[in-house]
């Protein structure tokens, strides 16, 4: 009774596993395309704010006698440099998922330390627009995953939420263990009260490079590669990201991911002798 209640949790990971290799050449080959788009772009959209910064550098100093004046291109710098931190952040979590295997480099991780990073990666723009980030349900939970993919992966959605929301609102960051047949996952929910996204866009934005507003997105330092970064992370974890939203009055962005109890036990018994 008991051999067989192990293979019948064995059998389904070790499908998966497969999977996730075959999967994973495909993958392989398509995050290199990523990447060398990504380093096209990224070079051209660098020069951007590092030649607007140059220029008002020298606008501030040509305008020292007029504080008013200082202060207006002193804004503009902090917006052009805000741009740039967002653009390098972009480049950290690509190298990080393309660098890392998550079959391989894989251990418990805790969730309210991610959720905390991810708050702090968001902080400073939070505050600038006054966005109040609150987060429960995170503590004694542990997901199984690279934990530099899964920061990069949840510090994307909650830096998403911060940057298409008004200012003066809130983003939720709610996290429950929740059972299923394979094995528990955990489930992080990010909820804004921001813009939204129209039914049409909802299942474009995981693409890379795709933009509900190019304008918009530019200003944020955002390349629309984000979202496909997160989608990548939740899939080679063996986990899944969803999108519910209603235009004009928010967006829950939800990461599931195998809880690391269950996988641990799983894996153990799938290799025996090891
Ligand atoms: P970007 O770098 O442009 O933010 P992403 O891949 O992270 O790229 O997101 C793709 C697009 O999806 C964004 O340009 C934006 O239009 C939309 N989007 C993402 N998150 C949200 C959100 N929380 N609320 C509204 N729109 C969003």
């Known amino acids: 009774g008991e051999a067989l209640a192990v293979s019948a949790r064995v059998a389904p990971l070790g499908s998966r596993l497969v999977l996730l290799l075959v999967e994973d050449l495909t993958e392989a080959r398509r995050i290199e395309a990523v990447r060398r788009d990504f380093v096209a772009n990224v070079s051209h959209e660098l020069k951007t704010p590092v030649g607007a910064l140059s220029l008002l550098s020298e606008a501030v100093m040509d305008a020292s006698d007029d504080p008013e004046a200082v202060t207006r291109f002193a804004g503009r710098m902090q917006i052009e440099a805000t741009r740039l931190t967002s653009l390098v952040q972009e480049l950290i979590d690509l190298s990080r998922v393309q660098n890392d295997d998550p079959l391989e480099d894989s251990e418990p991780v805790r969730v309210d330390e991610l959720v905390a990073e991810a708050i702090d990666r968001s902080r400073h723009t939070a505050s600038t627009k006054q966005i109040t980030m609150q987060a429960g349900g995170t503590s004694g939970l542990h997901v199984w995953g690279n934990r530099g993919q899964l920061a990069a992966a949840l510090g994307n959605l909650v830096e998403n939420a911060v940057n298409y929301s008004p200012a ?18 955990i489930e992080i ?10 039914e049409r866009d909802r299942d474009r934005v995981f693409e890379r490079f795709y933009r509900v507003d190019p304008a918009r997105s530019r200003a944020t330092g955002g390349t629309g590669l984000g979202l496909s970064i997160v989608k990548h992370v939740a899939a080679s974890h063996g986990g899944e ?7 004009g009055q928010g967006s829950t962005f939800t990461l599931r991911l195998p809880e690391a109890g269950s996988v641990r036990e799983a894996r153990v018994e799938h290799t025996p002798g090891r």
């Open 168 to 185: 003066r609102t809130k983003v939720g960051i709610a996290a429950r263990r929740v059972p299923a047949p394979g094995g528990d996952l």
């Open 189 to 198: 929910a990010v909820t804004d009260q921001g813009i939204g996204i129209s």
């Open 241 to 247: 990201v969803t999108v519910w939203s209603s235009e």
